[in-house]
């Protein structure tokens, strides 16, 4: 099984005007190149962290006005959910794609994976590249480059997880959807399967 790489007419699905057309849009271009990557990408996840990783498709079942701005899907370790869980995604806004680990609010993990990002800040800003971004909100797109971080900023950010009831932590890589690695599915494989793989210690730091 391979997957299909992204085009324009996948990222201009996330701009369709209304709830339910942009639904539409999104099911019909969307979500089975994500599906796809779920499958595709899971086993690789698997043997990474050496333990099943379940893939889930965002849903946005729950929305009855405003429209999703992003979607995704994303691996964890519990075949029922995955946001009480560290967690790994890959999902698109309109205007770039996203790879990232994340810890979101919803996760008890997070003071874990806060103490471990305080105590080893040093560590983090090495082994991850300048060009990964982090990000403490998941709604909304961009962040600070790992280049632009110090490491008492990093430490910062792993103190506020440990704080702040609400806190959450994204890292990994944006890629502007003129990218041409997206536009082919073998090259996206490649480089969501790299990207993991460089997060991987900050996966195993948060447990």
């Known amino acids: 099984m391979s997957i299909t790489g992204f085009t324009d007419k996948d990222f201009d699905s996330m701009a369709v005007p209304g709830l339910e057309s942009r639904m ?9 190149k994500l599906e796809g990557i779920g499958a595709e990408v899971g086993p690789f996840l698997s043997g990474l962290c050496g333990s099943e990783m379940y893939p889930h498709v ?30 790994f995604q890959v999902g698109l806004f309109a205007t770039h794609l996203f790879i990232v ?6 996760s008890p993990n997070k003071a874990v994976f806060g103490r471990y990002l305080e105590q080893h800040a040093e560590q983090v800003k090495r082994l991850v590249p300048d060009c990964y971004f982090w990000s403490l909100d998941h709604m909304t797109p961009g962040g600070r ?16 997880l440990q704080k702040v009831k609400k806190s959450e ?8 959807r003129t990218a041409e690695e997206l536009k082919d599915g073998n090259e996206l494989t490649n480089l969501i399967e790299q990207t993991f793989e460089t997060l991987l210690p900050l996966y195993k730091g948060s447990f």
């Open 24 to 32: 539409e849009a999104l099911i019909a271009n969307v979500r089975p």
């Open 145 to 160: 480059l790992n280049g632009e971080l110090s490491e008492s900023g990093l430490a910062e950010m792993g103190q506020r």
């Open 169 to 176: 932590i994204l890292c990994g890589l944006s890629l502007p």
């Open 58 to 87: 965002a849903k946005h079942a729950r929305r009855t006005v405003h429209p999703p701005n992003d979607t995704w899907v994303a691996w964890s370790s519990n075949s029922r959910g995955y946001k009480a869980l560290p967690h």
């Open 101 to 106: 680990f994340a810890v979101i609010y919803e």
